[in-house]
């Protein structure tokens, strides 16, 4: 969707969007397709495996991954990762609002 | 109610507590509505209500609740609306008494405002209580406990509106229960019928987060350019009575409705799609439908729902001492090399001279601190900012690390500055699980 350098590898950005919200020490982050067509890519390179992996210090708990295939989104359950959750995090950003974009910054292909 | 045949309009006029106050105006002028809804709560905005209302016993609900009552009453009595809201947070008694102050000064003579109660369950709960989703009881946690309340359904806020009210206030009102309720009420849905349930929390779980569905909390220049966000507007739900709607805003308004827009606020806060719990329903999403349909409206629809919850969640606040943060800025040529100094200075300082280690969090902001534990530091900024944050019991622990970070002043590495520090109460909140017959809420109209 962007017209960024050609030299910058392609980030889930450039063809997704997603919003996080947050349920105690629980992060939620649904990601949807601009166009449908780079849905199966994205249900490809977007495991719930792949965001365990990418974000160990972060992500204390199980990650779960629910499909809406009529809709073209992926929502990740990101358990245990929160710092401790609003009340105990001392990150400035508690709720981990931010968290959205953790996985839009992410290279479409995984580094070998 | 205005019976504007078979459509039903509900807007947002708040979707958070601190939310604009402008655009419900405007909305409540223009938008024909027939309920607006103010959700003002959250978990720990109720914990900090409960110790305003045990500093004063006539506070203890939303701050702002004169203001937005003084602007939206004429508004609302003059084309019909009724005002639905959690703003009386720790305290609806008091809120709906000052509401009633406030019609009355306004010569809103005969305004019927419905005060709902019994959210409270302070004293009503087993300290042998085991909390939701961790380990633990009541009893474990030796913290003072500052409130206790229970999530209220759409059965509560039912009676009031049967009652004509034209103002309902309550406290801890569940958010999507705030737009089920008039939808039960307007089409005469049955209590038991969980498929309209599912339907109506669908629509109160996309407009409860007001402008989140406007083009609030979306824009990203280059890829989701949002019109006018500076003057964007609240969502408007027309919905027919099998319980479709079209989410949509007022013309003339900054934002956007999009399939996008609607699409991420369908999961916000969403675990299983399929299985959304609320008070009056455990609501399925999975299935939803979401079409554009015209500029600015998207149709909603093939909401579900299942079981209502046998239980009802309670939050429980804790006072938590202290939140203490300061910070000390560094710009220009290696401001990063310098920052980082400060950041090791600050840590070694707290340490050996005053003991503190524990629930303290130090950050570079600007090369590295919302992703900190994600990944490490990779920024190299030529303005950075240390910042510095200690959650502690001891007051004057607090302070000593504000003295300590504004030492850096005159002790740090070269050209920093920019002190500045706070001390705020801190809060925390745990939820449990209680049955629903040790809730039991009542409502009490008040004549303007």
Redesign the interface.
């Known amino acids: 969707?962007?017209a960024r350098g050609r030299n910058t590898p392609l980030s889930v950005?450039?063809i997704a969007?997603?919003?996080a919200?947050?349920?105690?020490?629980?992060s939620?982050v649904?990601v949807?397709v601009?166009d449908p067509a780079d849905f199966e890519r994205l249900k490809r390179i977007l495991t719930a495996e792949r965001i365990k992996r990418e974000?160990p210090?972060?992500v204390r708990g199980k990650v779960?991954r629910?499909v809406?295939e009529?809709?073209h989104?992926l929502?990740f359950?990101l358990h245990e990762a929160l710092?401790g959750g609003?009340?105990?995090s001392?990150?400035?950003?508690s709720h981990g609002k931010?968290w959205s974009y953790?996985i839009l910054g992410l290279p479409l292909e995984p580094e070998r | 109610m205005a019976d504007r045949g078979d459509i039903f309009r509900i807007g947002t006029g708040a979707g958070f507590a601190a939310d604009r106050l402008d655009p419900a105006v405007d909305l409540a002028r223009r938008g024909a509505l027939d309920v607006m809804v103010l959700e003002c709560l959250g978990e720990r905005t109720v914990a900090f209500a409960h110790r305003d209302r045990m500093a004063d016993p006539r506070r203890g609900y939303n701050a702002h609740l004169e203001r937005r009552m003084r602007a939206l009453l004429p508004a609302c009595r003059d084309a019909g609306t009724v005002i639905i809201t959690n703003m009386g947070a720790a305290n609806p008694r008091a809120a709906a008494e000052r509401a009633r102050e406030i019609a009355r000064a306004l010569g809103l003579a005969g305004l019927r405002i419905a005060c709902i109660e019994g959210d409270d369950v302070s004293g009503r709960v087993s300290s042998t209580q085991p909390f939701m989703d961790e380990p633990g009881t009541l009893a474990d946690l030796g913290q003072s406990i500052v409130g206790m309340n229970a999530y209220l359904g759409a059965d509560a806020i039912l009676p009031a509106l049967h009652a004509g009210a034209d103002v309902i206030i309550g406290g801890r009102l569940a958010d999507p229960s705030m737009y089920l309720a008039p939808l039960m009420h307007r089409f005469g849905w049955n209590a038991t019928d969980m498929t309209r349930a599912g339907a109506g929390t669908l629509v109160g779980h996309l407009m409860e987060c007001g402008m989140q569905i406007t083009g609030g909390y979306f824009a990203d220049p280059g890829v989701k350019d949002v019109p006018d966000l500076a003057a964007c507007g609240y969502p408007i739900a027309e919905v027919a009575a099998d319980g479709g709607a079209v989410i949509t805003k007022l013309p003339g308004t900054g934002g956007c409705v999009t399939e996008a827009t609607v699409k991420e606020q369908l999961l916000y806060e969403v675990h299983d799609p399929a299985a959304y719990l609320t008070p009056d329903v455990t609501a399925d999403f999975s299935r939803v439908t979401v079409k554009a349909d015209g500029k600015d409206r998207v149709r909603v629809g093939g909401a579900n729902g299942r079981s209502r919850p046998e239980k009802l969640k309670v939050t429980v606040g804790f006072d938590a001492g202290f939140m203490a943060e300061a910070g000390v800025s560094y710009a220009g040529p290696a401001a990063s090399a310098r920052g980082r100094l400060a950041v090791e200075i600050a840590a070694a300082r707290l340490k050996q001279a005053h003991g503190i280690v524990d629930n303290l969090r130090i950050d570079l902001i600007g090369a590295s601190s919302l992703f900190a534990t994600a990944r490490l530091p990779q920024a190299e900024s030529e303005d950075v900012r240390l910042h510095v944050a200690l959650r502690t019991a001891k007051r004057e622990e607090a302070e000593l690390m504000l003295w300590e970070v504004e030492s850096l002043l005159c002790c740090g590495p070269a050209g920093g500055g920019g002190f500045r520090g706070g001390i705020t109460p801190a809060v925390m909140t745990k939820s449990l699980l209680i049955d629903r017959a040790l809730v039991k809420p009542t409502f009490e109209m008040l004549i303007a």
Request: glycine content about 8%; cysteine-free; proline content about 0%.
């Open positions: 969707m962007t950005r450039d969007h997603a919003r919200g947050d349920k105690g020490n629980t939620n649904n949807w601009y974000f210090n972060l779960e629910y809406v009529h809709l989104g929502n359950v710092e609003v009340n105990a001392l990150n400035l950003d931010s953790l």
